[in-house]
């Protein structure tokens, strides 16, 4: 029913059909060339070949009228842009994650994540939008170096799915969007490259399934096998 894949997400993604999921909320490498205090990297971080094809498989496998969250590097923000609208995304919305603490101090204290709403063909808008401020709060960054809080990725999923619907996120890292989908009762299908964020995503995951029982499936056929 859901899925937490390890793989490229460029391959596993073509071997989704067209238009297969409700909604994908994703975070992807920042093109920064990371290393945490304890020496933790991402893959794709250092080269930025694969965001273009990942943009295009991305609006591929999106259904018609339909919402994407994309966090992204602001200092990157130039190439994101240009690989979404390539792809065919338009811009609908920008939000912010208020963090209470910098995570980096240079010309100013960097209190904020950021992230792009985008659209594919013209996505119905909700009865009451949530708020384009969202609350952060600091993770530990235990389960991967850059881990996003789930609190702060529920009304997100909340506003832009239905109960049942498949969220995506092909950079998955710990699986902290496929965490969020689960308990608020989406389904979910995660992809990770490296093996040790992807194992942190599974035992995270079978924590959440213990917990929460999940919707039934009736269209995930085209799924391929859990990793
Ligand atoms: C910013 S991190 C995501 C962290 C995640 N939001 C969390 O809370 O754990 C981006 C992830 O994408 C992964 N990645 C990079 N290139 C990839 C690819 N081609 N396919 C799948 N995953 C990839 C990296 O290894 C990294 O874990």
């Given at each position: 029913?859901?899925?937490?894949?390890?793989?490229?997400?460029?391959?596993?993604?073509?071997?989704?059909?067209?238009?297969?999921?409700?909604?994908?909320?994703?975070?992807?490498?920042?093109?920064?060339?990371?290393?945490?205090?304890?020496?933790?990297?991402?893959?794709?971080?250092?080269?930025?070949?694969?965001?273009?094809?990942?943009?295009?498989?991305?609006?591929?496998?999106?259904?018609?009228?339909?919402?994407?969250?994309?966090?992204?590097?602001?200092?990157?923000?130039?190439?994101?842009?240009?690989?979404?609208?390539?792809?065919?995304?338009?811009?609908?919305?920008?939000?912010?994650?208020?963090?209470?603490?910098?995570?980096?101090?240079?010309?100013?204290?960097?209190?904020?994540?950021?992230?792009?709403?985008?659209?594919?063909?013209?996505?119905?808008?909700?009865?009451?939008?949530?708020?384009?401020?969202?609350?952060?709060?600091?993770?530990?960054?235990?389960?991967?170096?850059?881990?996003?809080?789930?609190?702060?990725?529920?009304?997100?999923?909340?506003?832009?799915?239905?109960?049942?619907?498949?969220?995506?996120?092909?950079?998955?890292?710990?699986?902290?969007?496929?965490?969020?989908?689960?308990?608020?009762?989406?389904?979910?299908?995660?992809?990770?490259?490296?093996?040790?964020?992807?194992?942190?995503?599974?035992?995270?995951?079978?924590?959440?399934?213990?917990a929460v029982r999940m919707p039934a499936a009736n269209d995930s056929t085209f799924l391929p096998e859990a990793a």
């Amino acid at each position: 029913m859901s899925r937490f894949i390890l793989g490229d997400c460029v391959q596993v993604m073509s071997r989704f059909p067209a238009r297969a999921v409700d909604f994908i909320l994703t975070d992807p490498p920042y093109l920064v060339g990371y290393k945490d205090r304890t020496g933790r990297t991402l893959a794709g971080d250092n080269t930025s070949e694969w965001l273009q094809p990942a943009c295009n498989e991305m609006y591929r496998v999106l259904k018609n009228d339909s919402l994407m969250v994309s966090f992204y590097g602001w200092n990157r923000a130039d190439m994101f842009i240009s690989a979404w609208k390539a792809a065919g995304f338009r811009i609908v919305g920008h939000l912010v994650f208020a963090k209470t603490y910098a995570s980096k101090s240079t010309f100013v204290g960097y209190n904020h994540e950021n992230a792009y709403l985008l659209a594919k063909g013209r996505p119905q808008t909700p009865d009451n939008p949530i708020s384009d401020v969202i609350p952060w709060k600091y993770t530990g960054n235990r389960h991967h170096p850059t881990e996003k809080p789930v609190a702060s990725l529920y009304p997100l999923i909340e506003s832009f799915t239905r109960p049942g619907g498949i969220v995506l996120d092909p950079f998955a890292g710990s699986g902290s969007t496929c965490v969020a989908a689960a308990e608020t009762g989406r389904r979910y299908i995660g992809i990770e490259l490296m093996e040790q964020y992807h194992a942190a995503g599974v035992s995270r995951l079978a924590q959440v399934q213990r917990a929460v029982r999940m919707p039934a499936a009736n269209d995930s056929t085209f799924l391929p096998e859990a990793a």
